[in-house]
């Protein structure tokens, strides 16, 4: 037990041989406040407990948070390096053989610098994920740039928030996923809630929600599935997937019409009202039913419900994110508050169900191949000026921007990428169109990967480091509020295991760049350098040092100096990032899915998640109990669709799309639309679901279109009885 630390473990007066250590779940953005239950005699972590004092979920949690200390002592941890000695198994779990760390770094570093000498720096790669804390997440983007010295460097959060991101630095000039505390959410009259499970994917909120009908006020919901929200919601938008862009159009033309717009604030606080107008003239509700499907009077109510509530806030997450228009989806949501003046005060606003558990903090700090810490942009001469001061290079010696995370793929195939390095991250689940992203991962000259467990990704490495998980070591995370919150440290790493921050420090000395890393010795070392490196850019986390975190429950960015109690409220001044002051309202045309149904593939495929399984499933699927409640994936089917087809709930069938095929047990369920079928994507290998979506990117954000493309499914044929 790290008794030198600052913050307080708590005695266990029930179990006087325990201790508590105060810190958040591993998983997801709501990031639910839990102690640690940690066995004085073993120092081990033996169990969990809720933590009733944190303000935001008061003791709530999921049936991922209360199984995640299971992670820490698991028998598949990988406990030292793995060297793989036979290259012809690459694409497998076989051929590794354990090697001491000293043997591992010194072929790492050999083989990076042999392709870097070949082929350029820019042959390597560095591909990482945000279930790490904003010191790791900081040293990552550090490690590439200076370390490495590659332009290629990009993250998981590209398949995650890039829309979001987008869409608000369009809108407001700054990204910040919740424009408000979530402390808030309960108060508001109205939630307009579109493209999120809320129920599946942030349990923890669900109190709130519920809470806010409870008052009187009203739920909405746009989904083309009845989720378990959709289910309780007074007016269930439920389109064809990839059809928001009109069905938010339609709102705006609804308020508009209505009378329901602020025009003080529009003309005080915002640019292209006009242009914005002219769009979303033709998106009558008869109209944009035809696009949505949704029927016209469910339109008309909820624009009715949303325009005449005191206060509202609109919310969105990847359903509406996860298009090749995600970015315009979220603007054009975002526009709703931005015409009713809906924003900038208590009680209303926008904000996205932030993914990750650090999915915002983990997209500020540089791992996206544009961005530096503290959200300043890789081409802006000053940006780089002010946080080469900080790691002590020249400017030239700043890489380039380099490309999003699928387009890494792209240039591995193309062999202009030859090594990676890859943490934190599983995209041989979680890409999109598979079959082109393992054999891109499959012709590397050279990969590393450090993770927790033998991941299917870490099947094509050269060498797989062991990493700890977020229980061995400490550091913050910004919550999906904005909020910074600290994570502490319950136990030591088990077996050889070392911090993601460790290992790059290493790598960068035997690199020969070990004079920008050898001062950080500690994860406080880290989070001292980072905090001077966000300093000055908007997304400035400089004042929110780890005693105030502790102090304040969090302190929500911008916080700029010591003195500063940080921003829970985003624009209570009306002042926005952009640099008149003012938001934008942004006109947008709508456009159909990158791929619309057609004779051959009829139906609209859709993914997602469902509560008991996170992300590509390398962590909850070794986890008993989570694996018990949804061993497999399956397909969702409407019951009209199942009856044409003539397929039977828990009948196996083939699903294939002009990318790929996979095979699924029906699941027949009246909560999703006709026309649609819907595929958990927990799952590798065969099970992959993304060995059939489609790598259609997003302009703006370069986000794959996960939530919509064509499909068919085939019957099989029954099995001749042989026996
Ligand atoms: N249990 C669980 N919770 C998680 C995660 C997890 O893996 N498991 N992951 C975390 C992460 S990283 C993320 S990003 C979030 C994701 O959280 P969510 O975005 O809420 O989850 P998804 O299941 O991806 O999609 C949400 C909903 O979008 C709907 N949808 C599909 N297509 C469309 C469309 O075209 N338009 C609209 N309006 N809706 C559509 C789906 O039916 C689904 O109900 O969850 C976080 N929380
Ligand atoms: N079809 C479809 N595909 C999707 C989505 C979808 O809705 N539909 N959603 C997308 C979204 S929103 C997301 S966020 C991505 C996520 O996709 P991934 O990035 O693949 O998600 P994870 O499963 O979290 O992968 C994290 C990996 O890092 C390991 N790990 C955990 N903590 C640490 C650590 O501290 N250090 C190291 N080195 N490793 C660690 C875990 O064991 C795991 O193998 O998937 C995307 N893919
Ligand atoms: S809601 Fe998210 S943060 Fe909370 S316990 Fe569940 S997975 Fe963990
Ligand atoms: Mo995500």
Known sequence: MPKDKFFKVIANKQHPNEELVPTHCSYCGMQCGMNLRVDKSTNKIIGVEPRYDWPVTLGKMCPKGVTAYQQTNHDDRLLRPLIRDDASLKGTKEGFREASWDEAYALIVNKFQELQGKYGKDSLSVFSGVSMTNEKCYLTGKFARVALQTRYIDYNGRFCMSSAAAGFLRSFGVDRGSTLPWTDLHETDCLFIAGSNTAECHPTSMFRVWEVQNRGGYLIVADPRETPI??????????????????????????????????????????????????????????????????????????????????????????????????DNVSAYTNMCLVTGKIGRPKSGVATFTGQGNGQGGREHGQKSDLLPGYRKLTNPKHVEEVCKVWGIAPEEMPQPGVSAYEMFELMEQKTI?????????????????????????????MVCADIYLSESAEFADVVLPSVTWSEDEGTVTNLEGRIIKINKAQEPIGESKPDWLIEVEL?????????????????DVADEFRLASKGGYADYYGATWEKIEKLDGVFWPCRSEEDPGTPHMFLDHKFYHPDGKAKLCALPYRPPAEEPCDQYPLRLTTGRVVYHYLSGNQTRRIPFLRDMCPEPYVEVHPETAAKYNIQHDEVVRLYTRRGEAFYKVKIIEAIRQDTVFVPYHFGHEQSINLLTIPALDPMSRMPEFKACAAQIEKQPERINVR
């Open 508 to 524: 960068a000395e035997l690199l020969g760049r070990g004079q920008y890393f050898r001062h950080l010795k500690t994860a406080r």
């Open 418 to 446: 030859r090594g990676l390095y890859l943490l934190c991250s599983n995209p041989a689940v979680s890409a999109p169109n598979q079959n082109y992203v393992r054999a891109a991962l499959k012709s590397l000259d050279f």
């Open 230 to 327: 959709a289910r309780r919601a007074d007016v269930h938008l439920d389109l064809r997937p990839g059809t928001d862009l009109a069905l938010a159009n339609c709102m705006l033309h609804l308020l508009i019409q209505n009378g329901h717009v602020d025009t003080e604030f529009v003309r005080n606080h915002t640019n292209g009202f006009e242009e914005m107008q002219e769009v979303v003239k033709k998106f009558t509700p008869a109209y944009t039913s035809e696009i949505t499907g949704v029927a016209p009077e469910k339109l008309i109510r909820a624009a009715e419900i949303y325009g005449k509530a005191p206060n509202a806030v609109v919310m969105f997450a990847r359903g509406i994110e996860q298009q090749h228009k995600g970015a």
